[in-house]
Each structure stands twice: as structure tokens, then as C-alpha cells.
């Protein structure tokens, strides 16, 4: 089966999903075959497209991340005129959308520009290395190549997947054109079938009890990720405090959806 692996990223202003103003877009473009494993193998030559999106103004710490300033993006087009051109390529039924983060950070940005959710069959590499780092990287260190690299480069970085997967230090992060680069390469040399991808990106990491983090297991019980209750089970919290995580309004919903089910009387339980 043929498809198209397109990997996107994009370069802001900041780090707040809803505020952030997106400076530069890149996707790269690999035609793949899927093998009736649901292996990825290249199936053409890769295209990198990428381009600057105007901004008014950048803050020196993020120019300082990516090297974009705002007089940099005079003349360019808005990522608000750019967004649902791309992302009308992105929902083809035939593509693979891939990211480093991307469902943390740049689909939430994406989504904030469109009039629309994205309907995207997605693989979220940042996701897939946080899995692969918390579950089977002591057998790979063993068994890989790839124990001549020092064992402090394995950390949860674009960088450090890289390294691990190709064998080679990756320079140029946060251009948008090389991250994506960096992303495609291990998508292709992981060795991870496509089905058991798409399952890791859209399933709680291993040691969180939601799909964002905010609560963590310890053992079999679940507990605050964060604050001043962090630690602490669910069950050994105050309840106005689980009600103020519900009702403040900018905690993930599948977040609120645990602790709801959790005062109404259904423990999380670990899978």
C-alpha cells in the first residue's frame, strides 16, 4: 500500500499554544510503502518545503531558539492565509501526518488558526520516543549499534531520537525544515509498525494515567503530576481542589474526565 509521510513543523513567537504566532512552517514530503507488516520503507525522494510566515513582533528569547526576527518576515503571508491550504493536504486520506510534539504544540496551534478541527491520521514521534525511552530502551542499549553513543544523549529531545536512531548527531534544531528532517529519519529507521505507532500516539504514556500528563501512576494509583499536591493520590486530595481542576477551564478535558470519574465514584485504573 502506498502512501505519503508528510512531517510538519512550525517555528513561533512563544511557547503558549494560545497565543503564539507562527514565524515558519516546513513540511517535508516521503512517498512510503506500507508493507503488509505495517513497516514505512521510503518509496521516492524526499521534497522539504518551508517558508517564513509574517509576524509583527518576536521576542529576543525566542529569536535566540530559531533565529527569526520579525523584520525577517516583512512581506510574507500570515500562517492565518496558509493554514487551511496545508491543512486540506494534511487530511488526505493517503497521507501520514508526523510531528515531534506536534499533538502537545503544533496541532493545537493549527487548530487556533483554522475554523475547524483537523482530521489528521497522525504520529506523534515526541510521544513514541518518550515510549520507546520509558519501556524497551535498556534492551535496545544492549542489543543496538547504537551503544557507542553516550548514554546521556538519550534524553527526551529531537536530538537525542535522532542519535539513537541513525547513529548521527543532529545539528540545526528548531529550523523548521531540519527538524522535520530529524523526525522523518527515525519514523523510517525505528522500526515500529504503523498500527502500533498510531496506538502509542494516542494512548497515555506508560507512566500517566491521562493523555496529558497531569496525573501520574505510581504503581496502580493514580496521583497529581503538578503543584502543591503533587505526589499525592487522587484519593488523599481535597475535593474543592479536584473541583477547582474541573472548573477552572484550561486543564486538558481527558484530565478533568478522569478526576469527574473519579468524585462520581470510578477509580482510574492502569492498563
Not at 509576524?55 to 525577517?72: K, L, Q, R, S
Not at 483554522?114 to 515526541?126: E, G, I, K, S, T
Request: hydrophobic letters at 40%.
Amino acid at each position: 500500500m502506498n502512501k505519503t509521510v508528510i512531517v510538519f513543523d512550525l517555528e513561533t513567537t512563544g511557547t503558549d499554544t494560545n497565543t503564539c504566532e507562527v514565524a515558519q512552517v516546513a513540511v517535508a514530503v516521503q512517498p512510503v510503502e506500507v508493507t503488509d507488516a505495517g513497516m514505512l520503507i521510503a518509496a521516492g525522494e524526499m521534497e522539504v518545503h518551508k517558508t517564513l510566515c509574517r509576524v509583527d513582533e518576536m521576542p529576543p528569547e525566542a529569536t535566540a531558539v530559531h533565529g527569526i526576527t520579525a523584520e525577517m518576515t516583512e512581506g510574507a503571508q500570515r500562517f492565518f492565509a496558509i493554514a487551511p491550504n496545508m491543512t486540506s493536504r494534511l487530511e488526505d486520506p493517503d497521507v501520514i501526518v508526523v510531528t515531534f510534539n506536534g499533538r502537545g504544540y503544533d496541532i493545537p496551534v493549527l487548530r487556533r488558526h483554522l475554523a475547524h478541527d483537523p482530521a489528521l491520521d497522525h504520529v506523534d514521534m515526541y510521544r513514541v520516543w518518550q515510549y520507546v525511552r520509558t519501556t524497551t530502551l535498556t534492551s535496545h542499549w544492549q542489543t543496538s549499534q547504537h551503544h557507542r553513543l553516550p548514554a546521556s544523549i538519550f534524553s527526551g529531545s529531537l536530538s537525542a531520537m535522532h542519535a539513537f536512531y541513525t547513529g548521527e548527531v543532529f545539528d540545526g534544531a528548531h529550523d523548521a525544515g531540519n527538524d522535520c528532517i530529524a523526525t522523518l529519519r527515525p519514523l523510517l529507521e525505528c522500526g515500529i509498525p504503523l498500527h502500533e505507532l498510531r496506538r502509542i500516539t494516542n494512548s497515555p504514556l506508560p507512566n500517566d494515567v491521562d493523555m496529558d500528563g497531569k496525573l501520574k501512576w505510581r504503581g496502580t494509583t493514580a496521583t497529581i503530576g503538578f503543584g502543591k499536591h503533587k505526589d499525592t493520590a487522587i484519593e488523599d486530595v481535597p475535593r474543592d481542589y479536584l473541583m477547582w481542576m474541573i472548573n477552572k477551564g484550561d486543564f486538558p478535558r481527558g484530565t478533568c474526565d478522569v478526576i469527574r470519574n473519579f468524585l462520581n465514584g470510578t477509580y482510574p485504573v492502569k492498563r
